[in-house]
């Protein structure tokens, strides 16, 4: 999913590339960037800025050539969909203005959540383009794994900790040492959440059994497993 992202920042960077086409001289003085960002555990991306973009304040950046840019060989199908569209004016369907805030956000945020929103919101604008790109779900909201029961057989949620986006899922499943079942603490939920309703009460047995939710109001969300409770199989999950 991140790669398909990237190639779309990078397209559109390709795309006002090609409005400076005409342009020769104009195209070699505008500096042309990758943002280069770290993540938590230590992986490395690289972000490609539209040009003339400035180095985000804090943030490492490195030069890149223009004829990058122009090198799209082995783009994906939404990719080539862009490109193809976009040899078309775009100026009257494209708010630059817009799409370059939606674009800063994706490089200059330290949130997840807030970078895969913009991401969204710059493909969609992107997309209104295209109507191919529509189909490619390279944004779509994400679901997250947790085991009921560790491979090793202990009595808990692995991961303990879950973090997501607004609008994710979170799919538990059955992995062993079950009967176990997913039931939210009252008094651990956001304001306005039933616990009731985004509870699994009812308890899975059989290995292989999914309970699976949608999240969509931020906050931190206690659960446990009834019948482990004593035993301390609780977990967290973080919606941001
Ligand atoms: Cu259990």
């Known amino acids: 999913m991140l790669f398909k992202s990237l190639m779309l920042v990078g397209l559109l960077s390709n795309v006002a590339a090609n409005n400076l086409r005409d342009n020769k001289e104009e195209i070699a003085s505008v500096e042309h960037l ?8 230590g992986k490395r991306e690289l972000f490609p800025l539209l040009p003339g973009t400035k180095c985000p304040p804090g943030h490492t950046c490195r030069a890149r050539a223009f004829e990058d840019l122009t090198n799209i060989a082995g783009m994906t199908p939404m ?16 708010n630059w203005e817009e799409l370059n805030t939606n674009l800063e956000q994706v490089v200059t945020s330290d949130s997840y959540c807030t970078r895969r929103a913009a991401m ?9 383009l295209a109507a191919a790109a529509v189909a490619q779900p390279a944004y779509a909201a994400a679901t997250a794994d ?36 997913v ?11 039933d616990a009731e309703k985004i509870s699994q009460a009812e308890q899975m047995g059989d ?19 009834e019948p482990h409770r004593g035993a301390g199989m609780q977990g967290v999950l973080i919606v941001a």
Not at 120 to 128: E, F
Not at 155 to 168: E, H, M, N, Q, R
Not at 183 to 193: A, N, Q, T
């Open 34 to 41: 990758d943002l280069e960002i770290t993540h938590a555990d």
């Open 79 to 94: 990719g080539a969909a862009l490109k193809n569209n976009l040899k078309q004016p775009l100026a009257m369907a494209m």
């Open 120 to 128: 969204k919101r710059a493909a969609g604008m992107a997309a209104g």
């Open 146 to 181: 947790v085991k009921m029961g560790s491979d090793a057989g202990l009595l808990a949620f692995v991961p303990a900790k879950t973090s997501i986006c607004k609008g994710d899922s979170v799919k538990w499943t059955n992995n062993k040492g079950g009967p176990h079942n």
């Open 183 to 193: 039931v939210f603490d009252e008094d651990g939920v956001p304001g306005g959440v």
């Open 207 to 225: 290995e292989g059994d999914t309970f699976t939710m949608a999240f969509s109001t931020a906050g931190e969300y206690n659960y446990y497993c």
